[in-house]
């Protein structure tokens, strides 16, 4: 298939930018021809490109595509089967170009509305692109709530995924005690309050503190940083990478400290997308940490964590419900589509 994927920008080592190169490199190694677009390119896109995947910032109209001169200017072919799209403003563009393509749009979160400059409410990029997108896909229960309640829209849930070969780690975590905490965040700095009851916690283990994110260190590759730590603290993606490479993931961040990712706490955590807001904005004390990791920092938590991950959150399977769905027609659809009615996901 030739897809298209579309996010707002390509340029920040964030949750979707990171969601869409996962996606993209993915369907290029399942055999599809992948093309990303974003109004905004950048080290994502750079990383990407690298991999044989082409990005552009421009999708202009079939006739304009046809090149002035073969040599100056290669002819692309825009001509796609299917479009995933993040975003509102990104997703109304595209409906607005292709109007005959399926589109598939996903919702990563809640925070729906924004104030402009002028101090008025308009959309914010996690609104949904309402009449836009033929099928809607949720990224957690609270999505998909709210997109029913605010919206009369359907969706249907594919969870966060990650590429499993890549997040695999040759070292096991220390035995006994956690040597080394790590906080991945792009919203903490290092006075903020959930870096210093971290702070303290480590103290109390004689760890390590370490940090990445946009105020501490940024890379595009957390791997690397994970394998060096024991207990791995964020949000959403950020913790559950630890997880899936035999860590102690605890959600914990702007939200408040939302918990231990473990069996006992899946069901809460996951329906919030592990964002932490279960945790009503609270953040645990230093000996709340101590005590909950003292419970948890053991060798088949961390392994039922490893498992949890394979079965739930695997890029493999993610890419090809995705495939399920932009295969479709609105002509017909296979049973999932048919059920939704393709009336642009209104109930």
Known sequence: ????????????????????????????????????????????????????????????????????????????????DCIFSNHHDVTTFLRGRFPDKTIISTIHGVLHTMQDKKGQTVPAPEHPAVGKADV??????????????????????????FDLTHFKSKRKPAEGKPKQFLINTNYAEKNDKEILILKEVTKHY????????????????????????DVVLGMGRSVLEGVAMGRLGIVHGRWGTGGIVNDQN????????????????????????????DANYKPEVLAWGMDYIRREHDVVKAASEYVLFGSATKAAAPAPLRKLKFQNNVA
Request: hydrophobic share 40%; proline share 3%.
């Open 1 to 80: 298939m030739r897809i298209l994927l579309a996010n707002l920008t390509l340029a920040n080592l964030a949750g979707s930018e990171t969601w869409t190169a996962t996606l993209a490199r993915q369907l290029k190694c399942a055999g599809h021809e992948v093309t990303c677009f974003s109004p905004t390119l950048g080290v994502i896109a750079q990383r990407l490109e690298a991999d044989g995947i082409r990005c552009t910032d421009s999708l202009p109209a079939s006739d304009a595509a046809k090149p002035f001169s073969i040599i100056l200017e290669p002819k692309h072919d825009l001509d796609f």
């Open 136 to 161: 809607f896909v949720a990224v957690s229960e609270e999505v998909q709530a709210k997109l029913a309640t605010d919206y009369g829209i359907k969706s249907v849930i594919i969870r966060n995924f």
């Open 206 to 229: 004689g760890a390590r503190l370490t940090a990445v994110g946009q105020n501490f260190t940024q890379t595009d590759d957390t791997r690397r940083a994970i394998e060096d730590a």
């Open 266 to 293: 899946l069901e809460t955590l996951r329906n919030c997308n592990f964002s932490g807001r279960n945790s009503g904005g609270d953040f645990w004390t230093v000996e709340k940490f101590i005590e909950e990791i």
